[in-house]
């Protein structure tokens, strides 16, 4: 039982000296403990790895069949690419899959596989998972197939945005894959190679760190990090650096000033990624078997979904402290759930500090200078129309985040608009997100994507669909028997309507390629149980991993004999003969 609640054999023996009244009691010792749990892994595991998980996720697919799997091969029966999600991680998706962040630097098995969590963020500003994979290899093609069949999983809606390191085989595969969806990078990787790159400038120059993060971070219009920008190359004679040009060309992938002017859910980085990566790192470890890691995974996304019924349950049944006397903080209140909400409170509590300046008025449409009072500097302007009620400013917080900044409630107060109009009310972070909501935002977006085309889908949009009347079927007896009278008049309904065609009622497998197959919950149970799963090639190493994160991509530099002082090549700092004279 500790074993399988992912609890280390050091800490099993310490429960087990509590229990029998101190280790000076206890017959075993960390060795034992060790020898015994080796055992027994090694008669579970005589079935093969890979085809115990194989076996968990077809037993998973029989207790629920919202659940989805997929398995890629290679020639000779080898597993090469997972994909699974379970059924809660699908309808989430409807509600919070707007964006979606992944980041595959994390080893967390036997194999050295790396473990790609699909995350986004729920009402609660919480981490979500939307599915986890362990790839073979992080190549164009198998990214491809990731985000292929995640896509599948979700029944074919794209997410509106997508975060990633700037890993050159993520970013085509994103390209391939999800064409209309915005792309963007992970800002703390970027910054993070600045000074590996550009050493030899922040030793010469005590003051570049300071400047270039001014030029990122308090540029707010596209127009204003431009002139910054030019700025600090031409100062510190960066304009031949071919490093410097490469992210200047992707400026508008991972600059604040561009990026905030569409909806990320206030992500910026992969960090949602990250933590969730720390957060399963307290159930697995760089040595856990394929088949034990699938199963500590569920027990911990089961652990998440606690965290959100716990966020759930505070927002429903305790009421937030008000310290205006605004009726929009009211308002916010009501609808908001508290961790959006005490965000929104902070925002309308700093608009009082700032001032605004009437620069032009034409036609009910309001132009105003905004800043802090007694400081000039930094401003931004915020445009109102009366009489739609409409706001922008020039900081896009709400195009980025989905609730008003303070510049837009100072001039909203100012105008006397003290109610906030519906659409700046987003329904993705009000306490009704996903009970409340109906289903025609996300039928709107299955439409607006790749048809649903054979009866694979039908069955996964039906089943995903049909999640949220089972939640609110289960809210009383009452729920419950509405809700079974409605599916038997539904079934009634449907045994009435013949086929249209032959190919309407028949079931296949689908493949990705020759040597891939997708389980998903319409296939029959005879097919499932008939395919032989091998081992993907063990990764052995020499002692403890250092970490069980490892680099990405751009990440990884090659070590280059260059002195830190000329950038020559064939000496360094200390031998320089420029420093020396």
């Not at 910054?228 to 510190?236: G, P, Q």
């Not at 409630?409 to 109906?438: E, N």
């Not at 002692?543 to 751009?554: E, H, I, S, V």
Request: proline share 4%; glycine share 4%; charged share 25%.
């Amino acid at each position: 039982m500790l074993d399988q609640s992912g609890v280390r054999p050091s800490k099993i023996v310490s429960v087990l000296a509590t229990q029998v009244g101190g280790i000076g009691n206890l017959n075993v010792t960390d060795h034992d403990v060790c020898n015994y749990l080796s055992t027994k892994r090694h008669k579970e595991l005589e079935k093969g790895d890979a085809q115990l998980m194989l076996q968990y996720f077809q037993k998973r697919q029989s207790e629920n069949p919202g659940f989805f799997y997929a398995i890629q091969v290679d020639i000779e029966g080898r597993l090469a690419n997972c994909f699974w999600a379970d059924a809660k991680s699908r309808s989430l998706y409807k509600h919070f899959g707007d964006v979606v962040t992944f980041d595959p630097t994390y080893l967390t098995n036997k194999y050295k596989m790396p473990f790609v969590p699909l995350t986004g963020v729920n009402h609660h500003y919480q981490s979500i998972l939307f599915g986890g994979a362990l790839l073979w290899d992080e190549t164009e093609e198998s990214f491809v197939w990731l985000l292929q069949t995640w896509l599948e999983a979700m029944l074919g809606c794209p997410p509106k945005t997508v975060i990633t390191d700037q890993d050159t085989a993520i970013t085509n595969a994103v390209a391939r894959v999800l064409p209309h969806s915005t792309h963007h990078f992970c800002m703390w990787h970027i910054e993070k190679k600045f000074p590996e790159t550009l050493s030899h400038i922040y030793h010469q120059n005590n003051d570049f760190k300071y400047h270039f993060s001014k030029c990122i971070h308090d540029t707010i219009t596209p127009e204003e990090f431009e002139m910054a920008w030019t700025e600090l190359i031409e100062k510190y004679k960066l304009q031949n650096n071919t490093w410097i040009q490469k992210v200047y060309s992707i400026r508008e992938r991972w600059v604040p000033a561009f990026v905030r002017a569409s909806f990320c859910a206030g992500m910026s980085t992969t960090q949602r990624s990250e933590s969730m990566n720390k957060f399963f790192k307290d159930y697995l470890n760089s040595s856990t078997a394929m088949s034990k890691f699938v199963t500590q995974y569920d027990r911990a996304i089961e652990a998440r979904y606690d965290k959100e019924k716990e966020k759930n349950f505070k927002t429903k049944n305790t009421k937030p402290i008000l310290k205006t006397l605004y009726p929009m903080e009211v308002e916010a209140a009501k609808v908001y759930t508290r961790k959006i909400f005490r965000m929104f409170q902070d925002e309308l509590l700093e608009s009082q500090k700032y001032v605004s300046e009437k620069i032009t008025m034409k036609d009910g449409v309001y132009k105003y200078r905004v800043h802090e009072c007694q400081k000039e500097f930094p401003s931004y302007i915020v445009i109102l129309n009366i009489v739609e009620q409409k706001v922008e400013c020039s900081c896009h917080k709400f195009e980025f985040v989905g609730i008003l900044c303070k510049h837009a409630l100072m001039v909203f107060i100012k105008k006397q608009i003290h109610s906030l109009p519906m659409h700046y009310l987003l329904d993705r972070w009000t306490m009704s997100a996903i009970c409340g909501r109906d289903e025609g935002d996300f039928s709107e977006k299955l439409h607006q994507a790749e048809p649903l085309r054979n009866s694979s889908m039908w069955f996964n949009d039906i089943m995903v669909r049909s999640l949220g009347i089972s939640e609110k079927a289960s809210r009383s007896a009452k729920h419950h028997r509405v809700a079974l009278q409605g599916l038997q008049a539904l079934s009634d309904k449907l045994d009435d309507l013949p086929y249209e065609n032959e190919q309407d009622s028949s079931l296949s497998i689908s493949q990705v390629d020759s040597h891939s197959e997708i389980h998903d919950p319409t296939q029959g149970q005879t097919s499932q149980k008939s395919i032989t799963l091998f081992n993907p090639v063990t990764v052995a190493s020499k002692g403890r991993p250092r970490t069980l994160r490892m680099k990405g991509g751009l990440e990884k530099s090659r070590k280059i004999n260059k002195c830190s002082c000329c950038k020559e090549k064939g000496h360094n700092r200390s031998t320089c003969p420029k420093v020396k004279n």
